[in-house]
């Protein structure tokens, strides 16, 4: 290790961050303050249900591009991944690999056709030539499902993060953190609508991935632009070189190998389901907008990515493992003390702000999604039947955002100290169990009925979070949610493996059981529609 290394080693410790923590607040308050002039401004034109859930559709590809970047980089990608990365090397790369490789399932698959197909959310697409209240009610149940476990890691990486920086090492504490977070995305929300928390997002992304980029070429000047000295110093300063080998997480015991391939399931199956991430596809005019925001998006998230990879072994290599698992946040803390160790307080500041807003980002993209998933597919086409107007439906949407942001406050205090990477791991492998296999049969096979839509999404859904209950994730591990107990019977901590082939199986086994048959001129409407986009926009508008 060279000298860099060792004096920046020794230079970190919580207590020396948190003796700047007035320099973390007033970046804090800056970034709060220049958004919400932000969400301000981008509500002027908030009237209609088009406006709020998809933006007047007024983003151009690049532009949405980076959103989607904004909305997907989440804390997960930025404090989860590089703390895996420290902490397990190889193995916690493989979270990078898996969340870069999904894209390419959601733009060969998924994006065009949805968007050609759909109104503003997921289950809008579904329902289109099956029957809409099982379906709607199916896909909403399913879309709000999948928004809380991503809104728990977000939660809780807020928690860890403000935590570190204020020096609250109590659970009490932490808790207060997590529900000024909440307070804020309800407001960011109910002000801006899907308008403003797009330009949050397109914000957040470039501070994001610029601030990554400054901290990764740190990183490497400080060992001679050397990718095997960076590597070297990670091995020295971790006392092992198992953290350049595969299976220092995953490959120890035979569970652990299952539960790798049921991650990289998750991870890669996951992405072209997620609510948040496939709403985003109807705030651009067009089709051919909707496929350069995937194209864009890719690039961009793949740079980052990479970043992760220099930042990860540089936390390793110029930092203690004790030192990151000790902090208040525990392996979440290793890309703000890597910011500390490499440019002291001021950088620690600016880095730890670009956090934040990826938190607040992330936490409005998904509850703008679970809010309008209620309001527009429950209240107004179930309950109301259609006979909603677009401002009663918006008044609705806005009830719900504050309902949603009570339950993600009181659901991320429970999820505090978990790896934020694993948790959204869990959201991922909800997604591509109760949504993947429904919108593919949708989009794909003719004969695919109502029947096996409800049966593939409640049982890939049902599967998947009873599989999480009964796993190390709730009870029988230290770091497991619930502390003392021990109900776990199923051995992997990812449900993927288990269902997600379940969900494609009941999807399948639904509908050649089920003897009634859809409307034939509804499902070549849609055929016509997914792949050229003709009749798209009539549909759309009005």
């Given amino acids: 290790m060279n000298t860099a290394s060792i004096s920046a080693a020794e230079a970190v410790s919580a207590a020396a961050i948190q003796d700047t923590a007035w320099l973390n607040i007033a970046i804090f308050g800056l970034f709060v303050g220049v958004t919400l002039v932000v969400v301000l401004r981008a509500s002027r034109n908030n009237k209609t249900a088009a406006d709020y859930y998809a933006a007047g559709r007024s983003f151009t590809g690049p532009q949405n591009g980076t959103a989607i970047a904004g909305d997907y980089l989440s804390a997960a990608s930025f404090l989860g991944i590089v703390g895996a990365i420290a902490i397990n090397g190889y193995d916690g790369f493989l979270y990078s690999i898996g969340f870069l490789v999904a894209w390419l399932v959601a733009l060969l698959l998924v994006a065009e056709m949805l968007r050609n197909t759909g109104k503003f959310t997921m289950a809008d697409v579904l329902s289109f030539r099956l029957k809409q209240r099982p379906v709607r009610i199916a896909a909403a149940i399913t879309t709000l499902a999948v928004c809380f476990f991503y809104l728990l890691a977000q939660m809780a990486g807020a928690g860890g993060l403000v935590s570190l920086l204020l020096g609250i090492d109590s659970r009490v504490g932490q808790s207060l953190v997590i529900t000024v977070v909440g307070g804020l995305m309800i407001l960011y929300v109910l002000v801006g609508g899907m308008k403003g928390t797009t330009w949050v997002q397109i914000i957040k992304a470039v501070l994001l991935i610029a601030g990554a980029f400054i901290m990764t070429i740190w990183v490497l000047a400080l060992h001679g632009f050397n990718l095997s000295s960076l590597l070297g110093a990670a091995v020295e300063t971790s006392g092992t070189a198992a953290v350049l080998d595969p299976g220092l997480q995953y490959g120890k015991t035979e569970a652990s190998k299952l539960d790798f391939v049921s991650l ?3 991870l890669v199956l996951g992405t072209a389901a997620l609510p948040h991430v496939l709403m985003r596809f109807y705030t651009v005019p067009t089709a051919k907008e909707a496929r350069r925001s995937v194209v864009w998006a890719i690039w961009l998230i793949g740079f980052f990515y990479l970043f992760t990879l220099v930042l990860g072994y540089g936390a390793g290599a110029l930092i203690e ?8 946040g525990g392996v979440n803390s290793a890309a703000p003390l890597l910011a500390f160790a490499l440019g002291g307080p001021v950088l620690l500041g600016v880095i730890a702000a670009v956090a934040f807003a990826t938190i607040l980002a992330v936490v409005a993209g998904l509850t703008i999604t679970a809010a309008a998933s209620f ?4 209240y107004a086409n179930v309950v109301r039947k259609g006979e909603l107007d677009s401002a009663g439906e918006v008044k609705v949407a806005r009830r719900t955002v504050v309902v949603i942001g009570i339950i993600s406050i009181l659901g991320g205090i429970g999820a505090q100290g978990q790896n934020v990477a694993f948790l959204v791991a869990l959201a991922f492998a909800v997604a591509a169990s109760a949504n993947l296999p429904t919108i593919l ?3 794909y096979w003719k004969r ?3 029947r096996g839509a409800v049966w593939s999404m409640y049982g890939g859904l049902g599967s998947a979070i009873l599989l999480i209950i009964l796993s190390p994730v709730v009870s029988g591990a230290e770091t497991s949610m619930i502390s003392g107990a021990d109900f776990a019977v199923f051995p992997l901590s990812n449900p993927g493996i288990v269902s997600i ?10 509908t050649i059981t089920d003897k009634g048959v859809e409307s034939p001129e509804k499902q070549a409407e849609m ?5 050229t986009g003709v009749g798209a ?3 759309v508008d009005h």
Avoid at 375 to 378: C, G, S
Avoid at 527 to 531: A, D, K, N, P, T
């Fill in 501 to 510: 082939p379940l969900a494609f199986i009941l999807g399948w086994l639904g």
């Fill in 441 to 443: 049969y949708s989009l």
């Fill in 537 to 539: 926009e009539k549909a």
């Fill in 321 to 328: 493992r004790e030192a990151i698992t000790s902090a208040p």
């Fill in 375 to 378: 309001a527009h597919d429950i």
């Fill in 527 to 531: 055929e016509v529609r997914s792949l």
């Fill in 264 to 266: 990289g399931m998750a």
């Fill in 448 to 450: 695919f009925t109502t």
